[in-house]
């Protein structure tokens, strides 16, 4: 039968069984096969036909068919039935967790060719009620980004997420990072630990906003990166960029300068090259398949201040391989091994920072992935995996001297070390199975086992002191011994269940409970002596996950949906390593210049004063910190390729975790603000705060807990005031997305959000200790109000267009931004506020978040040139990014401490509000690939 | 339904007929081949692909040796 190919605009889907697929590295295509009268087809011949070879199943006696646990990819359906004509559908595109609905109706065989249908899964997911945005790969490789670490960066193209600060948590450190399915951050705090090749990724899944309980240990995102793999077919890509001093512009004003002469000499990169080589294929054809990739990043920098050499280097290498006995197993292994090192980094502040102030930073590491996926038949599969990573990361001082610190000059030197060591292993299981009855179900249960290990040592290498003799002769030098090796042990096991349930053609509800026990324990022998295996956090958290989709036309063209979530945080060390013992006695010294006080040692310091450090107790009762998210909006397909998304989020913090001074006593008192600012308002102005009555009798006592609520009371046991820890998000969010179609696609991202409470959200806020609560000055004065990473307005807009006939892609993004909140704050000295650390007189002048630095607007494009060879995937370009395309100066961080900043090394200080950090200036970057 | 198929593709301009993502089409045929590796592309993928990888393992290692930690 001659074939005949045909290009429809679009096909028509029905909705009577399309259960949405768990939410996983993994997706599906199911439908239902019908004739020309409506009538349901049993016993067609389903086949899926990927990069790996093919599959085959057949309808049951409804007509539906199923084909679960799909790695994503873009395939075509061919259904074919004894007198009926065969019909393909082709270009099938498969996302992580999305299950395409592909419904096919045959036509009685005659003389006439099978007809090709040529199709794609539609732009609204009528029953997720998540909110998911992705990165397609397409965006991934038009547009003219370029992060410089993959890990984080690429969140920050996504609407609501600014900074790595998702839907208003902490920045950063709130993330889930996933790469294949391994969790690759720092099990210390949270932070990215693995960088990894931009161009091994396959596809990024964001999603935060109703995940299922399938995802948890985050509170802002969970970014869910799919690594490239092979198939029959060899593919490809070989890629350099680079760049260089005379490719980069000058942004710096004289303005600028006059406001801080520190950043009169931005960072420049004298060379930076980006080389990656990529290869997948077949072993063994439709069995066994392989991917190796290859990647040398390397950046010399002349970075600010008067050190002159930075010089950057990270070697990464993948490899991979899927192997397929049958069409019912997978298995897949990655490894990853990089090394990440760096001469030139500075160990002091920038201004002073000379090339032997400097660090070495050694950190290589590895990074592991196996998979097993068991598929028992259309309606259940099982997957296991097991995962980790270890690795460490070195400072070590380029100049090994003593530290000092030159009160005359201002100048120090270096002298420390600090050395991070990480271990992480986890192991999944999980089985998701398809069940009919009340309505179709998409079930999944799993359970996850987490074991990692930090240790963290820091050291001056001998004594620390500060010269003052130019200033007192007689008192000579302040020294002092510090150092610590802190180690802990986390230990996490989580279970959960999650049924999406499709009650009837347009209405599915998604529900799920997850369940978290988390533990801590010290990991290592501390220099006091041994500390045994005593746990010293254990919290158990239930969490639950429901929301519903609502297919309000009965097309899946219009969707209203909406969830309520609650999110716990992952296992941290920081979360109660101040109850860990391994932080050496603070030792302070007088040092004797006469040399009488010299021992034969010759050893003239000595030891006036010893400070053992306080171990926190922790709360018996303390809660793991906890997101509570409401999401209710709608998403609507336009027209062909075209969707609109809107929708509204509440976000409230429970459970935030802090230390406190359970035994101290305050009496109010008040300060005076400087009169030597630049601001009248602010010059003189009093404010009530609290000393601590009763220090010497109560500072031993620490207690890490959730100090919301808790009581601060006068010698006489009043209460004098009420901690608040809070945090909230409230949002609208607008995104309009153009599939990649007729040579163009674009998003139009724009969210209205308020981001307020008492507790920032700047990174590893909602757990640990600080100060904030310890020090009713800093707990009950000015804290409420909008939150660092607070964006009332964020616009971004992705386009690309490739032009006809030369073959020249133009892409281009664009963000505006508002400005990030800061507050005046000024630090008082123990005399006005009797504390013994300087962060806990740090007193914020006006409400928190009360002023708002310059809006950001910047532009990058990239411009391509294609040459096809061959076939359509087969191309060679070359590409230009522009980057900052209006060269923007655009002040993104002031000075807030009143009245000023000293900058040593310069005789002029830094004023409140002024400059400390511009918008990189425009630069171009020059590139080519070869992909097929 | 046969005759309609026919007329929507021939209403269909070639641009419109090839502007699809480049990333969504199937690779090609060249490359299934089991001798790709005997053709000149194949030379020059497995030239790039043996060196682009060689050289970074030589970085992983030869770049690390100025840094690399005393204690380690």
Known sequence: MRRITTYLAAFVLALSAIPAAAQSLTGGIEGVVRDEQGGALPGVSLTL?????????????????????????????????????????????????????????????????????????????????????????????????????????LLNYLPGI???????????????????????????????????????????????????????????????????????????????????????????????????????????????????????????????????????????????????????????INFKLNYQPTSNDNFMAMVQYDNYNIIGRCGVSAALCTFDLTNREDAPEWVWAMQWRHVFGSKTFAEVKYNGWTGFYDLNPEVPLPAVFDGSTGQPSQGWYYYADRNRNQVNASISHYAEGFGKHDLKFGVEIERSKVRSRYGLGDIYYYDYTAYYPSKQYLAYTYSYDLGGKNQRESAYAQDSWHVNDRLTINAGVRFDWVRGYPAYESANGSIGDSKVYDVKNWSPRL??????????????????????????????????????????????????????????FTETDRSPNPLYNVDRDIKHPRVDEWTLGFERELVKDVRLA???????????????????????????????????????????????????????????????????????????????????????????????????????????????????????DTYGSSTQFESASRALVNQFGPLEFSQNHELKVFLTYQIPKVDVGLNGYWRYLSGWPYTPYQRFGSGAINFPLSSGREVFLEPRGSRRAASRSTLDLRLEKIFRVGSSSDRISLYADLQNLFNADTITNVQNRYPSVSIAGFDQAVEFGGPTAVTPPRSWLVGARWSF | MAAAASARVAALTPAQLESVSPQAAEPAPSTNNPSFFKTGKGIAVLVLIVAGVGYASYSAVNDREPVKSPIR
């Open chain 1, 547 to 604: 929301g519903f989709a609502y297919d309000v036309t009965g097309n899946g063209k219009t969707v209203l949906k909406g969830s309520y979530s609650q999110y716990y945080e992952g296992a941290f060390f920081l979360a109660y390593s101040p109850a860990v013992p391994g932080i050496a006695d603070f030792v302070s010294y007088a040092y004797d210049p006469s040399g009488e006080l010299c021992g034969p040692e010759g050893n003239c």
């Open chain 1, 162 to 316: 600014v900074d790595g600060a998702a839907y208003g948590a902490d920045s950063d450190t709130a993330n889930g990072l996933l790469l294949d399915g391994v969790d690759t951050r720092d099990p210390e705090g949270g932070s990215a630990w693995t960088f990894f090749n931009f161009n091994i990724v396959e596809e990024v899944q964001v999603s935060g906003l109703g995940a299922p309980a399938e995802f948890g240990a985050f509170q802002g995102a969970v970014v869910n990166t799919i690594t490239k793999s092979g198939g029959n077919n060899y593919s490809g890509l070989f890629d350099v960029y680079y760049t260089k001093d005379s490719l980069q512009g000058n942004n710096i004003s004289q303005e600028i300068i006059d406001g801080n002469p520190s950043l009169a000499e931005p960072a420049t990169d004298r060379e930076r090259m980006d080389l990656t080589a990529q290869l997948g294929g077949p072993i063994v054809k439709d069995k066994l398949f392989f991917f190796l990739s290859g990647e040398r990043y390397h950046r010399d920098q002349d970075p600010t201040g008067p050190n002159t050499l930075r010089d950057e280097v990270s070697a990464r």
């Open chain 1, 646 to 764: 809107v929708t509204g989020i509440y976000r409230q913090d429970k459970g935030i975790q802090g230390s406190v001074t359970p035994d101290a006593r305050w009496a109010p008192t008040t300060v005076t603000a400087s009169d030597d600012g630049t601001d009248a308002a602010l010059n003189g102005r009093q404010l009530s705060v609290y000393e601590w009555t009763n220090r010497s009798s109560s500072d031993q006592n620490y207690l890490l807990t959730n100090p919301d609520g808790f009581e601060y009371l006068n010698p006489a046991g009043s209460v004098l005031g009420t901690a608040r820890a809070q945090r909230k998000y409230q949002a609208l969010m607008f995104v309009l997305d153009k599939r990649f179609s007729n040579r163009w696609q674009g998003r139009i991202s724009y969210v209205l959000s308020k981001n307020e409470g008492t507790v920032n959200n700047g990174g590893f």
């Open chain 1, 49 to 153: 036909t990927g990069k790996r070879g093919s599959q085959t199943t057949l309808t049951d006696a409804v007509g539906s068919y199923r084909f679960a646990g799909i790695d994503p990819g873009t395939f075509s359906v061919t259904a074919e039935l004894s007198g009926f004509r065969t019909k393909r559908q082709e270009n099938v595109v498969v996302g992580i967790g999305r299950q395409v609905p592909i419904n096919m109706v045959l036509g009685v065989a005659g003389v006439q060719e099978a007809i090709e249908v040529v199709g794609e899964s539609p732009v609204v997911n009528p029953v997720s009620s998540s909110t998911d945005n992705s990165l397609s790969q397409d965006m991934l490789f038009n547009l003219p980004i370029r992060p410089s670490n993959a890990a984080t960066d």
